[in-house]
């Protein structure tokens, strides 16, 4: 479901990705560091709507209403087409960004992990459920935020941010002694 966008010529991804996807009214800004990163949330929190705007912009282009700014190929997958499973419409994809919806129940089993550690594509799985057949980084689970309205327009801008930080919030780790114990 969807066309995915060549921009890159190598064999083997690395590095980092950003994400500029704007439409009317809403801006998301994010980049993606490795192959697999972990899109969590409540409902309501922009992650289905960030998804259907990248997949009409790669259906439709700029006819869509959205734009999409990448240094990556990028490919978004809602769900199985009639007479097409998972397996035909991603295992062709090399060095593509692939976005899954949640809902897509292949993502929790065997065959899903092994082809996503061998195909040299990175992966961006919307999904609150844990998967315990791959291997991901604490690091790269995110959140959606909305960073607040900008401009006279009054979009609204949103971000990814890290669930999982190695760098804790000072003013939520406040230590407090046993009272018997103070001075």
């Known amino acids: 479901m969807g066309i995915s966008v060549h921009i890159l010529s190598s064999s083997d991804m690395k590095g980092e990705y950003s994400f500029q996807v704007r439409g009317k009214r809403t801006r998301f800004s994010f980049r993606i560091r490795r192959n697999i990163t972990v899109l969590k949330g409540d409902s309501a929190n922009g992650k289905t709507t960030l998804l259907m705007m990248m997949y009409e912009y790669l259906r439709t282009g700029r006819e869509s209403g959205y734009s ?3 240094d990556a190929r990028y490919y978004v997958y809602l769900r199985d087409e009639v007479g097409r499973d998972w397996t035909d419409v ?35 799985l919307v999904n609150r459920a844990p998967l315990k057949m791959l291997p991901y980084s604490i690091h790269e689970i995110y959140e959606i935020v909305m960073e607040g309205q900008r401009g006279s327009l009054k979009e609204t801008w949103h971000t990814f941010r890290e669930l999982y930080s190695n760098f804790p919030v000072p003013e939520n780790n406040h230590l407090q002694m046993a009272p018997h114990l103070a001075p």
């Not at 991603?90 to 292949?106: C, R």
Request: charged share 20%.
């Open 90 to 124: 991603l295992y062709p994809l090399k060095d593509t960004v692939i976005f899954i919806e949640e809902n897509n129940d292949f993502i929790f089993g065997k065959q899903f992990a092994e082809f996503v550690k061998s195909s040299g594509n990175y992966f961006v």
């Open 68 to 70: 999409v700014t990448t």
